[in-house]
């Protein structure tokens, strides 16, 4: 997938993710070479495979801007230690309703930035 754009304020509002999804997420993200691989590659079939019932529905197509799971594509995926780092903040924004326009939401370098501004 890796693609990536400033364009996401098309992006409809909707709910967050099962605060238990987003833990196991995250964790899969600090720590799971292969997870993180396939979530780089194509985040819609990882949260699929996490059972993000939304996610499950998209699985045949690539999420364009203003698609839910647009705002996780990245071009280089944060690393795991920063996501670690930086776990509490992205557990909050993941889990709560809104239009998740956050694009830089798990860009390597800009997570913290990012989410401060949202």
Not at 60 to 68: E, F, K, V, Y
Not at 76 to 85: D, M
Not at 87 to 102: D, E, F, S, T
């Given at each position: 997938?890796?693609?990536?754009?400033d364009?996401?304020?098309?992006t409809?509002?909707?709910?967050?993710?099962?605060?238990?999804?987003?833990?196991?997420?995250?964790?899969?993200?600090?720590?799971?070479?292969?997870?993180?691989?396939?979530?780089?590659?194509?985040?819609?079939?990882?949260?699929?495979?996490?059972?993000?019932?939304?996610?499950?529905?998209?699985?045949?197509?690539?999420?364009?801007?203003?698609?839910n799971?647009?705002?996780?594509?990245?071009?280089?995926?944060?690393?795991?230690?920063?996501?670690?780092?930086?776990?509490?903040?992205?557990?909050?924004?993941?889990?709560?309703?809104?239009?998740?326009?956050?694009?830089?939401?798990?860009?390597?370098?800009?997570?913290?930035?990012?989410?401060?501004?949202?």
């Amino acid at each position: 997938m890796n693609t990536f754009s400033d364009d996401c304020d098309k992006t409809p509002e909707h709910a967050g993710i099962d605060p238990k999804i987003v833990d196991i997420l995250l964790e899969k993200l600090s720590t799971d070479d292969d997870f993180r691989a396939t979530f780089q590659a194509d985040p819609v079939r990882a949260l699929a495979g996490l059972g993000v019932t939304e996610a499950a529905a998209m699985v045949d197509r690539t999420p364009q801007p203003g698609d839910n799971f647009y705002c996780m594509t990245t071009n280089t995926l944060a690393s795991k230690e920063e996501i670690a780092a930086t776990r509490a903040k992205l557990q909050q924004h993941l889990a709560a309703a809104g239009n998740h326009n956050v694009v830089f939401c798990f860009e390597a370098d800009k997570v913290c930035s990012t989410l401060d501004r949202s």
